[in-house]
């Protein structure tokens, strides 16, 4: 190859890669923003909110509906209704019909609060993912997949939720809002408007 040519390439190179890890960025930011903008207006994280929204749409659920439903492990969605309950947002009782079961049921607080809160970000990237043409799905999947992939990510556990941070993060949502998140030396701490 000319040597001539080998910077010029190498600077196209480059520049598609920044213009990858910006996008990546942005989407990170992204979901940083609204699960911030979520604690701070309804005091709920991004799962916490879905488990609910599962259940007001659902009525009184075992929690293994609940998990299947929105594609979380059980274990997962427990821990998250320990806290749901502590909040008076959840109620657990056993099933009048068969009391090896557990059913979970909304309070009407939670009903109020799913009414009042804003669709999840991953509602609206859904509804616009849904009407893109089959073609340009397929090419997004395998492209995410190939980034993740790249970033030794591929089998990292994830659920479909698009949450900053854990999706059983300890501690209250308010409590882990409040939570300074740490700074890497030389780099600065970006604002929520940005």
């Known amino acids: ?45 991004a799962p916490q909110a879905l488990i609910l929204k599962e259940l007001v749409a659902s009525g009184p659920v075992s929690v293994g509906h609940i998990a299947q439903r929105i594609n979380l ?3 997962t969605v427990t821990d998250i209704l320990t ?41 609206d990237f859904s509804r616009r993912f849904a009407e893109l043409e089959d073609w340009e799905q397929t090419l997004l999947v395998a492209s995410l997949q190939r980034i993740a992939s790249l970033m030794d990510a591929d089998r ?4 479909p939720v698009l949450a900053a941070g854990e999706v059983t ?14 700074v890497a030396p030389g780099q600065r701490k970006e604002a929520d408007g940005q």
Do not use: F, W
Request: hydrophobic share 35%; net charge positive; proline share 7%.
């Open 156 to 159: 990292i556990d994830a659920a």
């Open 83 to 123: 806290r749901l309950e502590s909040r008076g947002l959840v109620v657990r009782e056993r099933s009048p019909i068969d009391r090896r079961r557990v059913l979970v049921t909304p309070t009407e607080e939670a009903s109020l609060t799913i009414e009042r809160g804003p669709p999840l970000l991953q509602e």
């Open 169 to 182: 993060a300890p501690g209250d949502a308010a409590q882990t809002l409040d939570e300074e998140t740490p």
């Open 1 to 45: 190859m000319n040597e001539y040519l080998q910077p010029k390439i190498n600077r196209h190179k480059q520049h598609r890669c920044d213009e990858v890890l910006i996008a990546l960025r942005r989407v990170i930011r992204a979901v940083d923003l609204h699960s911030r903008r979520l604690v701070r207006s309804h005091g709920l994280t």
């Open 73 to 75: 492990s059980q274990a």
